[in-house]
């Protein structure tokens, strides 16, 4: 539920480009900045948000971050310049949801659940991201319409309240994890995941990730609009990838618990670059868009609990938000390029197929670089420290 209100409420950010640029005479550029900047201050502060996690508990993080999101969205529906928009929209917003997003969340999850089950738990939870978008999407587009983009942001701010009391059930960090006693210090839990080509190679793949899902995420909507379609459709596309990466989520998740999980990353990744791929070549109708985003919602975010799980499977699940953490900000970077990228390529040629094509050269690599991870758990000369 925690990740159904921060996460929604973020894929939904799409909706406000057009009338917040609009309203304010801006291209869509500063406010592709702003969303860039969120996404790499979420990603740089995932890793001190996880230490914070693992070691004082998920309950104390999520409700910080909580008041920080409600914040940051009411002011965000006050900015009138660009530097406020940046502040708001970007920085804060940015280091509220690293306090109540994935990394924070499946590491609370990951602790409290068996090997064998937890890619399906971590699948299950991440499910809750788009669950939230595809209630949140339409309520979004609805308000934006009947009362404007400034009341419709001041709503959500309410909304996101509702994070403090559902952070109460994620327990405090004595009760959060299966292991009494720590196995191994940070540090060298840190030092170990640095040198292990894997954990690298898992950082670069997830940088893919982040300009795929980061780009579509913020530009589809407009993009759609440009192509001759209404902004409802648009709206309805990213509110029917979300509802199909309910089902994705789970899928992926059901997989990787069942089969080699960086196999089944490089087959998600060669999969977004045909759908994208169909995606340009056939003209673009209703339907296709709709197809589209049906494909690409099965997609969406099975990465996250693959990853995740991959991290926990090879390095253990005492520091798990801390070094998904890491490899997190290695999305976010990925999110800051790709969303970024989106802006001021289409300012300068008035349109997006530049990036469209980036995004299959970056999956193609993705596919190639999961391949020789080595998936087996690493060997300590030391298991348990008094």
Excluded at 62 to 77: E, K, N, Q, R
Aim: hydrophobic letters at 55%; aromatic letters at 12%.
């Amino acid at each position: 539920m925690i990740l159904a209100i921060a996460v929604g409420i973020r894929l939904a950010f799409g909706l406000f480009l057009q009338p917040v640029s609009e309203a304010n005479g801006w291209g869509r550029e500063i406010f592709a900045l702003a969303i860039a900047l969120q996404n790499i201050v979420w990603g740089l502060t995932q890793p001190l948000l996880g230490i914070l996690a693992d070691k004082y508990g998920a309950r104390k993080v999520v409700v910080v971050g909580g008041i920080g999101y409600s914040a940051g969205l009411f002011m965000m529906s006050q900015a009138a310049s660009p530097l406020a928009l940046h502040l708001t929209t970007g920085v804060l917003i940015g280091l509220s949801l690293s306090a109540t997003s994935f990394v924070v969340i499946l590491g609370a999850v990951g602790r409290v659940v068996s090997e064998k089950h937890r890619s399906a738990a971590l699948g299950l939870v991440s499910a809750g991201g788009s669950l939230g978008q595809v209630l949140i999407l339409p309520f979004g587009q609805a308000l934006i319409g009947s009362y404007g983009w400034a009341l419709a942001l001041a709503a959500l701010a309410a909304m996101t309240l509702l994070v403090i009391p559902l952070a109460i059930g994620l327990g405090s960090r004595k009760k959060d994890g299966r292991q009494p006693l720590p196995s191994q210090p940070l540090g060298e839990a840190v030092v170990e995941a640095g040198h292990h080509r894997g954990y690298w190679l898992l950082t670069a793949g997830f940088f893919v990730c982040g300009f795929q899902v980061t780009f579509m995420a913020t530009h589809l909507p407009a993009y759609i609009v440009d192509l001759g379609f209404s902004a409802r459709l648009g709206a309805t596309a990213l509110a029917l990838i979300a509802l199909i990466n309910v089902i994705g989520s789970l899928f992926w998740g059901f997989m990787g618990g069942k089969y080699s999980k960086k196999y089944n990353l490089t087959l998600l990744y060669l999969a977004r670059v045909l759908v994208i791929a169909a995606f340009l070549f056939f003209p673009p109708s209703d339907l296709g868009i709709l197809i589209f985003a049906s494909a690409m919602g099965f997609l969406w975010l099975g990465t996250v609990p693959l990853t995740s799980g991959l991290i926990g499977q090879i390095f253990g699940v005492q520091y798990l938000s801390t070094l998904f953490g890491i490899v997190f900000l290695g999305h976010q970077v990925g999110a800051f390029v790709g969303v970024w990228m989106g802006g001021v390529i289409f300012d300068a040629t008035g349109s997006y197929d530049m990036v469209w094509y980036v995004a299959i050269g970056l999956g193609l690599i993705a596919a190639l670089l999961h391949w020789p991870i080595n998936e087996a758990p690493v060997k300590r000369l030391v298991l348990e420290r008094p």
